[in-house]
């Protein structure tokens, strides 16, 4: 049933002019006379409106949830709830990082509607991605933007009331972690009426996949940890499609998946797309190792993000020790700071094998499942973007079957310059 609310309906460019001339703050920003203030529709994501509103002394962006799946139509409801939970992880993102989210200018929770500054020059890092941007800030911001919402909102940090008041606050937002559930988890091993791959190129691997014990087993693993797992507040859905950025500044959008769940589910999508990306470039090359140094600057930047996250993490919960977990009366002196700093580096390491897992999950749902990523769907030539895709799979296959076999984000990313070369037959 698609959701009806009283006082909510889908804006228009018509209908939105006189609803933010309405909104003091707003008015101001925009400037002049709202007869004159510009605004196009441009969402081109999967579930929302969003449009682009300039006037004459600036802009802003509007995002509104509709009450179904954009991408699907009407045949599938959405709750409007979860306008909700991305204004709430979104604050709380603002709070714990600062210039790293977009600022809220109104926050309309009857409409489902979010007013919040327009992000330019900024691009979608994807596409930035697919044109060979280099982004020398990101790996510092994006392990900044990780590091310090992962932690400060986990049991490290916070005490069990505000932790377990944390999981209480996002826990109505299950429709978004059934997509996820489905769409990541479920979908991709088993026959579903919404998957689509490359076809005919990569039928054989569809089929491999649905009759894969070992990989339905180890997905089965990652499931459970999605489901059961409340350690810290997720964005939810942190791929190159939700950062918008340029070389000099980075912000990460579109928090409505968020809720309380895994690390390593943040840390591997990031992980996912830069991998995916990765291996995408061969089939944008004009000529033969036209984006060699292309490459590199992705693994590069997979391995900076990774070593920069795991440093500032560690340093945070060496400096910030307020949470109920690991209590400091139990790790007291120089024996006792040994065995804690000892079992720092084991959480560590054991949040690495989460992201490698979860990050082949993201690899595998965006060449088989419903939603696919431009870096590889604009690939034109069916039987390139079909290799490229494969390559993917077979990396992101070792990768959740066997985590131990990647130790490090250093031997990921060498693995996957050799994957890269394999010659690839269906
Ligand atoms: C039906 S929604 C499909 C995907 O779009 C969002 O960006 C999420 O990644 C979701 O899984
Ligand atoms: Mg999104």
């Known amino acids: 049933m698609i959701e009806t609310r009283e006082g909510y309906a889908p804006q228009s460019p018509e209908t939105l002019s006189a609803y933010l001339s309405g909104i003091e703050r707003v008015r101001n920003i ?177 089929a491999r996949w649905r009759e894969d014990g070992d990989l339905k087993v180890a997905v089965s693993r990652l499931k459970l940890k999605f489901l059961s797992s409340a350690e810290a507040m997720l964005h939810g859905d942190l791929h190159t499609g939700s950062i918008m950025l340029t070389p000099e500044d980075t912000r990460v959008i579109d928090p409505e998946f968020a809720f309380m769940g895994p690390m390593g589910f943040d840390t591997g999508a990031i992980v996912a797309n830069f991998l995916l990306n990765y291996f995408s470039q061969d089939g944008h090359a004009t000529s033969p190792g036209e984006r060699d140094a292309y490459g590199e600057w992705v693994l590069a930047t997979l391995e900076a993000i990774w070593t920069s996250f795991r440093e500032k993490f560690l340093a945070l919960w060496r400096e910030n020790p307020a949470g109920d977990a690991y209590p400091a009366s139990l790790f007291q002196g120089a024996e006792g700071e040994g065995r804690l700093e000892t079992e720092r580096q084991s959480y560590m390491d054991r949040l690495w094998a989460d992201t490698v897992g979860f990050a082949a999950a993201k690899m595998i749902r965006r060449i088989l499942g419903l939603a696919h990523n431009i870096d590889l769907e604009w690939i034109g030539d069916k039987d390139r973007r079909a290799v490229c895709e494969a390559r993917a799979l077979i990396l992101a296959r070792d990768m959740m079957v066997k985590p131990g076999d990647y130790p490090s984000v250093s031997a990921l990313a060498e693995r996957a310059r050799r994957v890269r070369r394999d010659v690839i037959r269906y």
């Not at 991305?86 to 200018?105: D, K, N, Y």
């Not at 991709?188 to 569809?206: H, I, K, M």
């Open 30 to 206: 925009l400037g002049g006379d709202p007869s004159r203030w510009r605004i196009a529709e441009v969402g081109d994501g999967n579930l929302n409106l969003v449009f682009i509103v300039r006037g004459d002394a600036g802009g802003v962006a509007v995002k509104q949830a509709l009450p179904y799946v954009r991408l699907v139509g009407e045949s599938w409801p959405l709750p409007l709830s979860r306008a909700h939970y991305e204004h709430m992880a979104l604050s709380e993102q603002a709070r714990l990082t600062g210039r790293l989210v977009p600022e809220i200018f109104h926050y309309d929770e009857t409409l489902a509607l979010i007013v919040m500054e327009l992000l330019e020059p900024h691009v979608i890092m994807r596409r930035g991605m697919i044109a060979a941007t280099l982004y020398p800030r990101f790996a510092e911001d994006i392990s900044t933007f990780m590091s310090r919402t992962l932690y400060f909102t986990s049991d490290l940090a916070l005490p069990a009331g505000r932790k377990k008041a944390m999981i209480a606050a996002f826990a109505g937002n299950t429709a978004l972690c059934k997509i996820t559930e489905d769409l990541i988890f479920t979908d991709p091993y088993r026959v579903a009426d919404l998957n689509r791959w490359t076809s005919p190129q990569l039928d054989p691997y569809a």
